[in-house]
């Protein structure tokens, strides 16, 4: 059985930072893909990064030079670092990891919530 539990949203003002952890129980971690996603309030969940198991990354161009993803294998948790964050940066943030993109069981966290104030 896989759990993920995320931590570290909260508020902050534009132009803030916030680091977000996951951390995971179970066995794949160290061989899953991770992906954080976020949903706006009335908007559908967007891949905001993502990393393999070796360390390639992706981002979506909204948070490019902004974000960053990372992961500890040894410690099973993946992180979301964030800089110059904006208001449209708000949202619910989960994390979600799979065997490969798009192949195998997702397994998702409850979600931490990011506020950014103007």
């Known amino acids: 059985q896989v759990q993920l539990v995320e931590s570290g949203g909260g508020l902050v003002q534009a132009g803030g930072s916030l680091r977000l952890s996951c951390a995971a129980s179970?066995?794949?971690?160290?061989?899953?893909?991770m992906g954080w996603y976020r949903q706006a309030l009335g908007k559908q969940r967007e891949l905001v990064a993502g990393?393999?198991?070796?360390?390639?990354?992706n981002y979506a161009d909204s948070v490019k030079g902004r974000f960053t993803i990372s992961r500890d294998n040894a410690k099973n948790t993946g992180y979301l670092q964030m800089n110059s964050l904006k208001p449209e940066d708000t949202g619910v943030y989960y994390c979600k990891l799979q065997r490969s993109w798009g192949l195998g069981t997702e397994y998702w966290g409850q979600g931490t919530q990011v506020t950014v104030s103007s």
């Open positions: 990393i393999t198991s070796g360390g390639i990354t």
């Open positions: 179970g066995s794949i971690f160290s061989s899953a893909v």
